[in-house]
T-cell receptor, first 116, second 115 residues
């Protein structure tokens, strides 16, 4: 099983709403990632979790709040977003993020977020 | 710094044509190299990878060889199908200042295959 599952697939939210994106993997991977992808652009890294601890935050605005409740789950809490935050949000996982452990990353199908 | 440069698209080919998508990289150390494919409306799928010089990655008729001397990882397929229409991303893995590995992507190349 090389599957990373993201829910929901589509989300429309107002600028005053609070919502959460969810990501799950059962491959025993200890590193999980959030990426943001705008149309016709490559994915941009937002956050890296390694062994359930946040190891990288790529200067992401605080209206995006990641959470890693356990080694299989990764959430992204959204609050007071702006229309320019509309994008495809991708979750990924890898065996690890350290030397000798990062061999490849597996991506989910993404959540298409529209902020109105 | 670390970066990936791939040919800009879009690339339009007839079915059964030969495909080449060029990818070159700049990196410190010895990165692993990847090709990911993104079909319309979907996430990224790992197509193939190579972890050291002269390694050849292959999958579903696609191939790419890690060329350290030319810092390249060009994607090739001998006979494309309509179902290969997608966006292809070349990527490398690099270690950040925090000690975590992460992917650096090229800008992507959109391939359209017409019957």
């Amino acid at each position: 099983d090389t599957e990373v599952t993201q829910t929901p697939k589509h989300l429309v939210m107002g600028m005053t709403n609070k919502k959460s994106l969810k990501c799950e993997q059962h491959m025993g991977h200890r590193a999980m990632y959030w990426y943001k992808q705008k149309a016709k652009k490559p994915p941009e890294l937002m956050f890296v979790y390694s062994y359930e601890k946040l190891s990288i935050n790529e200067s992401v605005p605080s209206r995006f709040s990641p959470e890693c409740p356990n080694s299989s789950l990764l959430n992204l809490h959204l609050h007071a977003l702006q229309p320019e935050d509309s994008a495809l949000y991708l979750c990924a996982s890898s065996q690890g993020s350290g030397a000798g452990l990062f061999t490849e990353a597996f991506f989910g199908q993404g959540t298409r977020l529209t902020v109105v | 710094g670390n970066s990936v440069t791939q040919m800009e698209g879009p690339v339009t080919l007839s079915e059964e044509a030969f495909l080449t998508i060029n990818c070159t990289y700049t990196a410190t150390g010895y990165p692993s190299l990847f090709w990911y494919v993104q079909y319309p409306g979907e996430g990224l799928q790992l197509l193939l990878k190579a972890t050291k010089a002269d390694d050849k990655g292959s999958n579903k008729g696609f191939e790419a060889t890690y060329r350290k001397e030319t810092t390249s990882f060009h994607l090739e397929k001998g006979s494309v199908q309509v179902s290969d229409s997608a966006v292809y991303f070349c990527a490398l893995s690099v270690v950040s200042g925090a000690g975590s590995y992460q992917l650096t992507f090229g800008k992507g190349t959109k391939l359209s295959v017409i019957p």
